[in-house]
């Protein structure tokens, strides 16, 4: 079974550190204005069995700089407001590497 978890992005901290299990997917980046609030929804499998890793995202400014290794995701638009915020993480090779580990070596 899988399902998709909402989380709170504060505009002033630039990081979201979530701890996700491999396989999930960011669905939707929003400001909301009722809450007044960055979200992000993200679909994760909800098997135990799965381990958890830690995941850290980055939300910035338009024009503020990111690395060239981080991902672009998605933008979230405050409309009535000046505010715009883009989700950047991880590169999805390294992402795939960082979770690889060897099991077997074999002797040529």
């Known amino acids: 079974m899988k399902a998709i978890m909402k989380y709170k992005a504060h505009p002033d901290?630039?990081?979201?550190?979530?701890?996700l299990r491999p396989g999930f997917k960011v669905v939707r980046f929003e400001y909301l204005l009722v809450e007044k609030s960055i979200c992000l929804w993200i679909e994760q499998s909800l098997?135990?069995?799965?381990?958890?890793?830690?995941?850290?995202?980055k939300v910035v400014h338009t024009s503020e700089p990111v690395q060239n290794s981080m991902e672009y995701i998605s933008t979230a638009v405050d409309p009535i407001g000046d505010g715009e915020w883009h989700l950047y993480s991880e590169g999805i090779e390294q992402h795939e590497r960082r979770t690889v580990t060897q099991i077997a070596s074999v002797a040529a």
């Not at 098997?47 to 995202?57: Q, Y």
């Open 47 to 57: 098997r135990p069995d799965i381990k958890e890793e830690i995941v850290t995202f």
């Open 13 to 19: 901290r630039s990081q979201i550190t979530l701890a």
